[in-house]
C-alpha cells in the first residue's frame, strides 16, 4: 500500500499516463485502496488543476484531460535515443522494475517534443537474459535507430552481413532513413519488393549481400538481433546488428508476416546459426553429441558453434576456462559425448569419468542397499 497521500498521487499520475482510461477498480486494485479513497484522490488532482473526467455508472472509469500536458521536456536526439533504449533493456540486469520502466517511458514520451517522440517509438526491443554471455561488441546508435524505423514503417532492408569469423568492423554506419514515400509508392503483399537495387558494398571479406523484411529487435544479454524474414532465401532468420553494414534505403514496402514463434526468445536462442562468434576461452572443444541441434542451439551458451549432422545428432563447439570444465559442461546437455578434439578435451573426459566413478563409489548401491566396499578403490585425487 502506498503510505503516503503525495506519493499515491505521484502514483495515480503515472498510471493515468500510461493508459487512456482506467476503470475505477482497476485504481483501487493497483493503489491497494478503497474506492472511496481513488474518489478522494482525484478531487485531490482536480483542485491541483488537473483535468480528471470520470465516466459515471458501473463501469466508471478516469481518464486525464488533455489540459495536463507539461512543459517539454529538453533532451537532445541522442539522449531521447539512450533513454528509450535503457528503459526497455534495464529489466535484463534490474529484476522487478519491468512495470516501472515501462510506466517511465509511458511518462516521458507525454512530454517530449513530436520529433523525440517519434524517435522513442521507432525502438522496440525485447530483452533476452543469458548469463553465459562475453561483454558484447558494441553497435551504432544510428544503425538502431535505422533499423528501428524501418520495422515501424515497414520497409524492405538491404545490407551486408559478415560472418563470424573473422570478425567484422566494430561500428558500421548507417544511412539515414526518412518518413516513408506517399502511399501510391508503397506495395501491397508479403515480399513485395521494388526492382533490386544493387548490391550494398561489403565492409568485410566474407560479407553477403542480404534482403530481408525486419519485423523485431532483441536484445540476449547485451548482444543486438534483428528478426527478419530473409527473402533470398525466402526463410525466417536472426542476424547479429553488429555484423549489419546497411545498404542505400529502399522504396519497397512490405506486410508484416505473422511472427515464427509467439515468443521472439525462443526463436532466436533457438536458431541453429544466429551469427555469434566463437569467443576467446583459454580452452576451446568440439564434440558430437545424440541430440537435435535445435534443442542444443536453445540451452547452449553464448558463443556456442551447433552444426546439424543428421536428424537426431549435431556438433557443438564451446569454449570454458579450463579443459575439466569443459568436459564437464558437455556432459550438462544430457546426451552421450563423442569426443572430436583436441586430445586435451578426451583427456579431461576420461579424468572426470575417474572422478565421478570414485564418487559414485561413496554411496551405497542403489540396487542392493549395500555400503561400499573399502578395497573397490578409494577417491581419485589428481
Known amino acids: 500500500m502506498v503510505e503516503t497521500t503525495a506519493a499515491r498521487l505521484l502514483l495515480l499520475l503515472s498510471l493515468f499516463q500510461s493508459r487512456r482510461e482506467w476503470p475505477g477498480a482497476a485504481l483501487a486494485q493497483r493503489l491497494a485502496v478503497s474506492p472511496r479513497t481513488v474518489r478522494r484522490d482525484v478531487e485531490r488532482l482536480r483542485a491541483l488543476g488537473y483535468p480528471v473526467h470520470v465516466t459515471k455508472g458501473p463501469g466508471g472509469a478516469y481518464r486525464l484531460g488533455a489540459g495536463a500536458r507539461l512543459p517539454p521536456l529538453l533532451f537532445d536526439d541522442d539522449q531521447a535515443l539512450a533513454i528509450a533504449v535503457a528503459l526497455q533493456t534495464a529489466p535484463v540486469t534490474v529484476a522487478g522494475i519491468a512495470e516501472a520502466a515501462d510506466r517511465a517511458l509511458a511518462t516521458i514520451r507525454q512530454v517530449l517534443p513530436t520529433s523525440l517522440r517519434h524517435r522513442i517509438d521507432a525502438v522496440r526491443v525485447t530483452a533476452i537474459d543469458n548469463a553465459w554471455d562475453f561483454a558484447a561488441p558494441p553497435v551504432a546508435p544510428d544503425l538502431l535507430l535505422a533499423l528501428g524505423t524501418a520495422i515501424r514503417h515497414h520497409s524492405v532492408l538491404t545490407f551486408a552481413y559478415a560472418s563470424a569469423t573473422p570478425p567484422p568492423d566494430p561500428t ?31 565492409s568485410h571479406p566474407t560479407a553477403v549481400a542480404r534482403r530481408v523484411e525486419p519485423h523485431q529487435l532483441a536484445v540476449w544479454s547485451g548482444r543486438w538481433y534483428l528478426l527478419a524474414w530473409d527473402i533470398g532465401r525466402g526463410a525466417w532468420a536472426a542476424f547479429r546488428v553488429d555484423r549489419i553494414a546497411l545498404g542505400p534505403a529502399t522504396a519497397a514496402r512490405f506486410t508484416p508476416r505473422p511472427l515464427p514463434s509467439t515468443d521472439p526468445t525462443a526463436f532466436i536462442t533457438g536458431e541453429l546459426d544466429r551469427g555469434d562468434t566463437p569467443d576467446h576461452w583459454p580452452c ?12 542444443i542451439a536453445r540451452w547452449a551458451p553464448g558463443g556456442a558453434l551447433v552444426e546439424e549432422v543428421g536428424p537426431n545428432r549435431c556438433r557443438l563447439t564451446l569454449g570454458a576456462w579450463s579443459w575439466t570444465g569443459l568436459a564437464a559442461l558437455f556432459g550438462t546437455f544430457g546426451s552421450d559425448i563423442e569426443v572430436v578434439g583436441p586430445p586435451e578435451l578426451a583427456a579431461a573426459c ?4 575417474r572422478r565421478y566413478a570414485a564418487a559414485s563409489r561413496c ?11 573399502p578395497a573397490a578403490g578409494t577417491a581419485v585425487r589428481e
Request: cysteine-free; overall charge negative.
Open 350 to 353: 576420461a579424468t572426470l569419468a
Open 172 to 202: 558500421p554506419t548507417a544511412p539515414p532513413v526518412t518518413d516513408p514515400p506517399p502511399s501510391d509508392a508503397a506495395s501491397t503483399g508479403p515480399g513485395a519488393t521494388d526492382p533490386p537495387p544493387s548490391d550494398p558494398p561489403p
Open 363 to 373: 554411496l551405497p548401491d542403489p540396487a542392493t542397499g549395500r555400503a561400499p566396499d
Open 284 to 295: 576451446r572443444g568440439q564434440v558430437l553429441l545424440d541430440a537435435p541441434a535445435a534443442v
